[in-house]
């Protein structure tokens, strides 16, 4: 089960992969659409594919704090942004290639029912690895970030998020090193 902002959405995952959708009709987020998604934790795994803008991060991280167990997909900006006739830069699912689309849904599916271990990354860790300050903090952080399927986020976001899926320091310099395979672990 994949939980997508709208029915836009869900007609570009179609062309992707064929696969049950929950809409959250945008950035309310209502209790019918917050039980839905429990339920699909519960019994067929759900994962959580919004846009990469700020409301998709923002309806992100509202179901991640309301239904534990979500797997997370995403898609960077650029695979997500229109290219035809787009002047106001509009970014969306709904804009990203099938292809893209299917290959993030692959490694989210991988990780459906995984158990999230303790994480290893602390604060000083990702300082030292230039992720938290300097000029490449920000582009090398988009890169993790994209690869890891955990989204864009500025330094205390992707702090957290690395530690809340269970991501280790091993996981971050095999990206960092260009060793990442798109598994986990």
Do not use: W
């Not at 509202?62 to 290219?83: E, F, K, N, Y």
């Amino acid at each position: 089960m994949v939980v997508v902002e709208g029915r836009s959405d869900t007609a570009r995952l179609a062309e992707a992969v064929h696969c049950d959708t929950i809409e959250t009709r945008g950035s309310a987020l209502g209790p019918a659409v917050l039980t839905a998604i429990r339920l699909a934790v519960r019994t067929r795994g759900a994962i959580v594919l919004t846009d990469p803008d700020f409301n998709g991060n923002r309806l992100r991280s509202l179901i991640t704090a309301a239904c534990p167990g979500v797997v997370q997909a995403s898609i960077s900006q650029a695979a997500g942004r229109a290219t035809h006739d787009n002047p106001h830069q509009t970014l969306g699912i709904e804009h990203a290639q099938p292809a893209v689309l299917a290959a993030c849904l692959q490694a989210a599916d991988a990780k459906v029912g995984q158990t999230v271990g303790p994480s290893d990354i602390d604060r000083s860790f990702l300082l030292d690895q230039g992720l938290l300050a300097g000029p490449a903090a920000s582009a090398k952080r988009a890169l993790v970030g994209q690869q890891l399927q955990i989204g864009y986020g500025n330094g205390k976001q992707f702090y957290y998020r690395l530690r809340a899926y269970g991501y280790r320091q091993a996981d971050v310099r095999r990206v960092l090193e260009g060793r990442h395979d798109g598994g986990k672990n």
